[in-house]
């Protein structure tokens, strides 16, 4: 007699690209891999009108509680992660897709005593970060030392705030907008550094203060975003990944980032009272 599929429920907070592109799939595959969805959360709740069943739609997001959900899926802004990430993991496991937000050590403090309390699992998809559980397993065994991420990109992909200058036109070419910790450029570019973000939870030994980051604006970048991840290890050991991820002009999210993601949400069963990069 074949097992009956356990039936997770999904509730999915944000409705921009990546959220869009979940809940289609969601609704498109889900049942078959024991997937489906009972809310989505936009802040403009007209976004979803004629693109979501509207039973669906939950229209204030402190009502989560109601539709009972078992994973929920934030997809939009570091402070929702703020604002709701402990209330979400007091019912549920949560998928964290702005991890940048996790560079506030008060938060992120927070938001793991309050997986471990109520024995849920906070979730860091891996995203754009190539060799996050090889960086784990080498930060695990004590042999991590150091860590670098570099994105470059075209100038119209970053999203940033504060200072930096991210006015470059298309005869200024390569120029390096950031260069510095982790926890520093989060708060500068929180919508374009969550892969950097992920390495820093894998790397907990160094943390977001010990890993570095750059940014790079390249107006040769126009069909694709470049992510290098340099690793240092205990007695010479060291990793160098360069991975090109497919994006259009404008992109902040590479285009390989979405099957990632999806990858990701099939992963979040439950895997205790910790944070699980996945």
């Not at 944000?14 to 889900?30: C, F, P, S």
């Not at 402990?86 to 496991?93: G, P």
Request: glycine share 10%; with cysteine.
């Amino acid at each position: 007699m074949t097992e009956r599929m356990q039936i997770m429920r999904i509730g999915v907070v944000g409705y921009g690209h990546l959220g869009h592109y979940l809940v289609d799939r969601i609704q498109r595959e889900g049942a078959k891999l024991g997937l489906t969805l009972v809310f989505v959360w936009n802040r403009n709740a007209d976004k979803l009108r004629g693109k979501v069943a509207q039973e669906l739609i939950l229209h204030n997001l402190s009502d989560f509680v109601d539709r009972g959900a078992d994973v929920i899926v934030e997809v939009c802004h570091p402070k929702v992660v703020k604002d709701f990430g402990v209330q979400f993991l007091s019912k549920a496991h949560f998928l964290v897709g702005s991890p940048s937000a996790l560079s506030d050590p008060h938060l992120n403090q927070q938001l793991r005593q309050a997986a471990e309390h109520h024995g849920r699992t906070l979730y860091v998809p891996s995203g754009a970060l190539w060799g996050g559980q090889d960086i784990q397993r080498l930060n695990d065994s004590g042999a991590l030392k150091a860590l670098f991420i570099r994105m470059s990109k075209h100038p119209s992909c970053f999203r940033l705030t504060g200072d930096v200058p991210s006015d470059c036109t298309e005869n200024r070419g390569r120029r390096v907008l950031f260069n510095g910790s982790v926890a520093e450029l989060c708060p500068i570019a929180p919508n374009n550094v969550n892969t950097m973000a992920a390495a820093a939870m894998a790397a907990g030994s160094l943390g977001f203060s010990g890993v570095r980051g750059e940014i790079v604006s390249d107006t040769a970048l126009s069909d694709y975003h470049v992510v290098e991840v340099e690793v240092t290890g205990a007695n010479g050991f060291s990793v160098h990944t360069v991975r090109r991820n497919p994006a259009k002009l404008g992109a902040v999210t590479g285009s390989a980032t979405y099957n990632s993601f999806w990858s990701s949400l099939q992963v979040c069963k439950g895997h205790g009272g910790r944070v699980y990069l996945c």
